[in-house]
């Protein structure tokens, strides 16, 4: 079997989806790969390798030489980050996907799979049940990237024939990492918060309404669309993919159900208007159709599966019921 290259594997998700695919394959066929390793990187249980994904030559070289079959490009800098730091981000998001779809072209890479996300869609798409194909207007450089990101996807697929499979991701909720600059990342804030403050400061508004997905099940979705016979893809963008979606007033409600006198505050920010040009919740049922897509976790799973791995986080006397 030729070998699987995660590249980004220290991020949010390539973390996690590092260590399932180790399971899966064994720990030395899956190469970790990111330009340093992370306290969340499974660099103890398997190779890494220091890489630029900008660096296309060192990233050809590398996937001849470790034989790589399958390449997860993970690299990017998110939306809030991004509108900081736009050119790099530009630079970072496109031309590490570029990059990456060359080298496999040249080394006749079998699969390759890249992330997009909910931030392709912009104010003209419909706000609630947003379906898989619309109007794409993004309107912070992240999905401006991830909308030409998909466009790219489809040509080299069309092209060249490549296997190219990616996931509209929603917002992420996760205990193993945290947050790196994305909008959404309130829901995982908020998490912390709770259990040492009892309290937080959030930076949306109280009735914002936007997609998530606990991090088991975007893992598992990625894996099972990576499986899937290639006659059953009829997406070659990226897939809406879905799982729940929420307020910050409402996953606060349900968080204060766990931990007694638990409330949050709100003052929004600069990210209040990238939330505003998402949709509140998406339509997956192309997902669903083709490769049979099934979320397990919705809003209280979530939560009690959070509060359960971080409670050695609560203060002393904390009251977790």
Not at 176 to 194: E, H, K, L, N, R
Not at 234 to 262: C, L, W
Not at 274 to 301: C, M, Q, T
């Amino acid at each position: 079997m030729r070998r699987i290259l995660v590249i980004g594997a220290s991020g949010q998700i390539g973390c996690e989806l590092t260590a399932a695919l180790r399971i899966k394959f064994g720990n030395d066929t899956v190469i970790a790969a990111d330009l340093k390793s992370s306290p969340g990187n499974p660099k103890s249980s398997g190779p890494f390798l220091p890489l630029d994904v900008l660096d296309k030559e060192t990233l050809s070289v590398q996937v001849r030489r470790q034989q790589v079959g399958t390449i997860y490009c993970l690299a990017a800098m998110l939306s809030a980050s991004g509108e900081q730091h736009p050119h790099k981000a530009w630079q970072l998001n496109m031309q590490g996907l570029l990059n990456t779809l060359e080298v496999a072209r040249e080394e006749s890479v079998e699969k390759i799979f890249w992330p997009s996300s909910i931030a392709v869609f912009g104010p003209d798409a419909p706000k609630m049940n947003c379906p898989q194909e619309t109007k794409l207007s993004p309107t912070t450089v992240y999905g401006i990237s991830k909308s030409a990101g998909e466009d790219w996807c489809k040509y080299y697929h069309d092209r060249f024939g490549m296997d190219i499979r990616s996931l509209r991701y929603p917002g992420l909720i996760s205990y193993q990492s945290m947050p790196g600059g994305g909008t959404t990342d309130y829901a995982v804030a908020i998490f912390y918060a709770a259990l040492k403050m009892r309290f937080y400061q959030c930076y949306l508004k109280a009735d914002t309404h936007l997609p998530m997905m606990y991090m088991d099940d975007a893992v598992r979705a990625t894996l099972e669309l990576m499986d899937a016979p290639g006659d059953k893809i009829s997406v070659h963008t990226s897939y809406n993919i879905s799982a729940m979606d929420f307020t910050p007033r409402e996953i606060t409600v349900e968080i204060a159900q766990h931990i007694k006198g638990f409330e949050s505050f709100y003052n929004a920010d600069f990210r209040q208007a990238i939330a505003d040009s998402w949709p509140g919740s998406v339509d997956d049922s192309a997902a669903r159709k083709d490769w049979g897509w099934k979320p397990k976790f919705g809003l209280s799973e979530t939560v009690e599966a959070m509060l359960e791995q971080l409670k050695h986080l609560a203060r002393p006397n904390s009251a977790i019921y």
